[in-house]
């Protein structure tokens, strides 16, 4: 991956400014410390604590709610490294591992044509015509074999996944992933961007199942520390931690404090950034600070409205990355109400374009239930691409609606009569960048102007090289290595 970074100059003072204090200004700036070339790193947050969409609620009867990401996946070379993280942090004692042979790994569910229908798995759901499908997905994954290869360089998730398997599968099941992982419309996101191994095993191997089975392509290679390893003997499929994933990036900002080498600020938000003599010029609402290098994990927008008139084509193109607004409703119900067991159930947007899915927390995470007396935690995501079509602007969006819809979609796709003992209604505005067509391209183009205008900055965070918490903190570690060489 070319980053187009400047290579710090060879002087005392080296200061790294990382703007954006959510997971990816965190990850940059935790593998910043692990250089001796530079001397100090400031760290800028907007708001009034760390950690961006990583946030919990832990209520004092030791219940625990998950607003964000509710675990993370620990497979492949981004999972291994965002382990080895967890273990240098010291956080291994406080992992909650979900294994492959759990219930809430095996039972997925769609809620299509008003029922639930549990996803295929296992050779028998491959081989038997299994609803809400219409033959067995044996058919559709012998035939994807003999399809031809794209001359194109990128297309929708929706196309690619037609072409290659069939439209039944595009419009039910992949439709209803993208907007499980993207809160996104398939028939606009890209496939290139947002599934590079599917994109990958068709240029590789002319197909998605020799893909899968022959490898296709260079992978990066991470080595395993002791959490890693143990993720791998165990055949875990998820993990969390026992306070909530916000436990994660609280110990990321505690162990940057006693590193001694970073400045962290919270409520700093960055007005201009400005070329100087030395790097840059930042401009703070109370202040001004130099840089000799900026990585920016602010949101691809966020970034834009703070660059200088010189660097206009990249503010340009910052601009069209596009987010979207998800509503998170977290419930909490007496007893146990669920009908089936599972890891929870996506929805289909012909079904419900405004119903995303719900989460079963109770069922993968039981240890973040209130240890007195049985209750059942569950978590209602709504809007994404579709949220004002179906819920009008945010600003007019309240909490009271928000609630209402999710607990009337808790009633009828689970039939659970009784009201919920306990709620919360989260918005989040803008919370997952959209990689549309034609996504790499922009990114290598803003990457570009960086290199060819010898910017002493770099781009990391959610909006370039994958929305996943894994991907956004091997996305820091990689801006890092690009600009000072390998670091861990």
């Not at 055949?235 to 110990?251: C, N």
């Not at 919270?266 to 070329?275: F, G, L, M, R, S």
């Not at 995303?356 to 240890?367: A, H, R």
């Amino acid at each position: 991956m070319v980053l187009g970074i400047v290579h710090l100059p060879n002087w005392p003072m080296r200061t790294v400014a990382v703007l954006g204090g959510g997971i990816g200004g965190l990850a940059a700036s935790y593998y910043l410390c692990k250089s001796p070339q530079v001397t100090k790193v400031i760290l800028l947050e907007a708001s009034s604590r760390f950690g961006g969409w990583l946030w919990s609620t832990r209520r004092s009867d030791g219940a625990v709610f998950e607003h964000g990401p509710r675990g993370i996946r620990p497979a492949g070379a981004v999972g291994s490294n965002t382990l080895n993280m967890v273990d240098d942090l010291g956080l291994g004692e406080e992992i909650l591992p979900v294994s492959y042979s759990h219930v809430a790994s095996r039972n997925r569910y769609l809620y299509v044509n008003g029922q639930l229908h549990k996803m295929p798995s296992g050779i028998s759901g491959i081989v038997r015509t299994v609803p809400p499908f219409s033959q067995p997905l044996l058919l559709s994954v012998a035939a994807e074999i003999l399809v031809n290869k794209t001359k194109n360089d990128d297309e929708s998730v929706h196309s690619f996944v037609s072409r290659r398997l069939g439209k039944e599968l595009a419009d039910i099941a992949v439709d209803s992933l993208c907007r499980g992982v993207f809160a996104g419309d398939c028939r606009k996101l890209s496939v290139r961007s947002c599934f590079p191994v599917l994109y990958n095993a068709e240029q590789h191997r002319g197909s998605i199942v020799l893909g899968m089975l022959l490898g296709s392509g260079e992978a990066q290679v991470i080595t395993r520390g002791p959490l890693a390893k143990r993720s791998k003997k165990e055949s875990w499929a998820q993990w969390s931690l026992k306070r909530g994933m916000q436990s994660f990036p609280e110990a990321i900002a505690e162990n940057l404090q006693q590193s001694g080498r970073v400045q962290l600020h919270k409520e700093a938000v960055v007005k201009q950034i400005d070329p100087s003599a030395s790097g840059w010029q930042v401009r703070l609402e109370d202040g001004v600070l130099s840089a000799d290098h900026i990585i920016s994990a602010l949101p691809a927008k966020a970034l834009s409205s703070v660059l200088p008139r010189s660097c206009q084509p990249l503010t340009q193109q910052l601009q069209d990355i596009s987010s979207v607004t998800v509503a998170v409703v977290n419930l909490e119900y007496d007893g146990s109400i669920l009908p089936v067991m599972g890891f929870g159930h996506l929805v289909p947007s012909s079904e419900d374009r405004g119903l995303l899915g719900v989460v079963y927390d109770s069922v993968p995470f039981p240890q973040h239930n209130r240890p007195d007396g049985q209750t059942t935690r569950l978590t209602v995501m709504m809007g994404g691409a579709w949220f004002e079509e179906e819920f009008g602007v945010p600003e007019a969006a309240t909490a009271e609606r928000l609630l209402s819809r999710a607990t009337e979609a808790v009633r009828c796709h689970l039939g659970v009569t009784a009201a919920p003992s306990w709620s919360r209604v989260i918005l989040h505005r803008d919370c997952i960048p959209q990689y549309y067509e034609g996504h790499f391209q922009r990114v290598e183009s803003m990457r570009g102007f960086i290199k060819n205008n010898n910017l002493a900055l770099s781009l990391t965070g959610s909006c370039y090289d994958g929305v996943s918490v894994n991907d956004v903190i091997f996305s820091g570690r990689t801006a890092v290595e690009e600009l000072l060489g390998t670091v861990v």
